[in-house]
């Protein structure tokens, strides 16, 4: 006779409270477990705030696609791309980026998208299923999610992108010219080719979507606790305490869920991460004259455009600066240029910016699951351009995990410990 598995309630920290850290606690919580979610800010302090919104199944293209190589140097000497440098940082970010440059190639852009496409794209049910009975669905909308071109020719531009999406089973229609115009008069003829995808989602306030899933947390008997994580106690490996500011927090399991700000804390359990800071920005367009009909990457910029409650959000631009440096002006008038030139006549109230960091590793796949070295600690981070997207799964894997539940995800590629394992396999054939 087969025995079930006896359920032991554990106490569980889970280190962040964004995205990615409220749906782990959600899940975990939904399991049975006594669970402390722990942010030094608060629910979405990070960049979960000021995202696009977009539940971006098809986004598993990573920035780091083959022709990266070529165009980054003309791209970062051209006013109008929305490829920025600080370059007094240059120096620190050379060792991550050559390791990501190295990526730019064929094999790896697939291995990337393999990888992304089963993490996404069921994102929009994975959302469903974690919103549903709580404050925060009212934020989640089903959509179409739209590429948009100046013309055809733009589109053939980024042929290998959509090659690699096809191949992967994203599906969709091309709009041309009047079609385009039908489905959106928005563009007044500025714009003449468009991709739509449906099945894709929105979110029409990220950050009050994830304040309003903590909340529920909380209702549930969830802790939610604002202290700043400065360190793990440990006992023969595994962490039996978090310590912060505040004092020490018990607890038998850890989930460490704090962005790009991850790095630090993971080092301090043995695991080193090659993950950067991507920065990112965002305008919102309040109470705009006109509102897109579906959330839109907008290609000549490669920033989205989404309709949000009250607002117009242009989210987007990759910059490399590091954690540290102010926000760059040079984004935002970007990022201004941009939507005037496509919508043209949009007029708003006014506007408002954010600047916020991407956690990106430099393969551009997110590190989820077990440290070896503290095997009671779980990684759930590093999510890049699709952490909105991924972050509910991600939650729903990491407490499989915890539970030893099957499921029928290749985790492989998203191995904590990948890059140490090259790193070993390379120092023993050198
Ligand atoms: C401009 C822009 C647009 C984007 N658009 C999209 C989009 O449309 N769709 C999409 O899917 N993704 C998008 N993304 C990416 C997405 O926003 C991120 O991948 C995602 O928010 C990461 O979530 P997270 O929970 O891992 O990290 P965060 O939201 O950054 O949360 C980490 C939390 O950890 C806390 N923390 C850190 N260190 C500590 C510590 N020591 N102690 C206590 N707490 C700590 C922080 O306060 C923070 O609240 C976009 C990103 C940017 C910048």
Known sequence: MVQARQFEKLRIAVIGAGIVGVSTALWLQRDGHDVVLIDREGPAAGTSYGNGGVLAACGIIPVNAPGLLTNAPGMLLRADSPLFLRWSYLPKLLPWLTRYLARANDHDTRHVAKALQALLYDSYEQHLALARGTGAARWLKPSDYLYVYKDRHAFQKEAY??????????????????????????????????????????????????????????????????????????????VSGVTTEAGRIDCDAMVLAGGVWSKPLAQKLGLSVPMESERGYHIDLINPSVMPRAPMMLASGKFVVTPMEGRIRCAGIVEFGGLNARASRGPIALLQRQIHEAIPGLHYERFEQWMGHRPAPCDSIPFIGPIAKAPNCYCAFGHHHIGLTGGPKTGRLIADMIARRVNNIDLAPFDVSRFTRQSLTQSRSG
């Open 161 to 238: 992108g959509w090659a690699v999406r096809r191949d992967m089973g994203v599906a969709w229609q091309e709009l041309e010219g009047a079609a385009l115009q039908d489905y959106d008069p928005i563009f007044s003829g500025t714009r003449n080719f468009a991709v739509r995808m449906a099945g894709h989602g929105t979110i029409t306030d990220p950050g009050k979507y994830v304040e309003a899933l903590c909340a529920h947390f909380c209702r549930e008997g969830g802790e939610l606790l604002i202290a700043n994580v400065q360190d793990f106690e440990r006992s023969e490996g595994s």
